[in-house]
T-cell receptor, first 114, second 113 residues
């Protein structure tokens, strides 16, 4: 079974530029998560989808971050414009459903904003 | 609001010795508790979970964790550590009535040969 795929693996941009990350979850997984992991900290949930609907986006900085999950499968996370403090690893995860199901994580996208 | 605390930034243990990585939590209602491991340059991997039932749960790679409701703890344990267990370990909690997972800041486990 293929795992969670993410691209790109690394991205370097200048502040005020825009960037987009892509995630393909495990087939059949209804729930998809985007996390931001800053060095030395645990993953922080940005947004959670159930199929193509948003379950929670309370920690998503909506003035600059956006995410969508069209057709309930792939998802993209966009930052526009980027700030220096957005430098982090962006993790995508999926689970069979919400609740007590474990999450399966992709390798992450490491973003550096200069 | 739910929260997770991992009080130790780093745990050092000699190979062959037992290890414990601590986790305490705060939620409203019954918790769903998880442990994940992150090896260098790799994504987080699920180790084990507690949902209900037996307080001692067993997971991958010989790890186990004990749920203690009175102490609101879910410590990760292994009877005999391996050098290859060296990694970053994250505890996560989700309240029974919530969809939202919360992660701790992680504990770096270093197993010395």
């Amino acid at each position: 079974e293929a795992g969670v795929a993410q691209s790109p693996r690394y991205k370097i941009i200048e502040k005020r530029q825009s960037v987009a990350f892509w995630c393909n979850p495990i087939s059949g997984h209804a729930t998809l998560y985007w996390y931001q992991q800053i060095l030395g900290q645990g993953p922080k949930l940005l947004i959670q989808f159930q199929n193509n609907g948003v379950v929670d986006d309370s920690q998503l900085p909506k003035d600059r971050f956006s995410a969508e999950r069209l057709k309930g499968v792939d998802s993209t996370l966009k930052i526009q414009p980027a700030k220096l403090e957005d430098s982090a690893v962006y993790l995508c995860a999926s689970s069979l459903d919400t609740g007590n199901h474990p999450q399966y994580f992709g390798p992450g996208t490491r973003l550096l904003v200069l | 609001a739910q929260s997770v605390a991992q009080p130790e930034d780093q745990v050092n243990v000699a190979e062959g010795n037992p290890l414990t990585v601590k986790c305490t939590y705060s939620v409203s209602g019954n918790p769903y508790l998880f442990w994940y491991v992150q090896y260098p340059n790799r994504g987080l991997q699920f180790l084990l979970k507690y949902i209900t039932g037996d307080n001692l749960v067993k997971g991958s790679y010989g790890f186990e964790a004990e749920f203690n409701k009175s102490q609101t703890s879910f410590h990760l344990k292994k009877p005999s550590a391996l050098v290859s267990d060296s990694a970053l370990y994250f505890c996560a909690v989700r309240a029974g009535g919530s969809y939202i997972p919360t992660f701790g800041r992680g504990t770096s486990l270093i197993v010395h040969p």
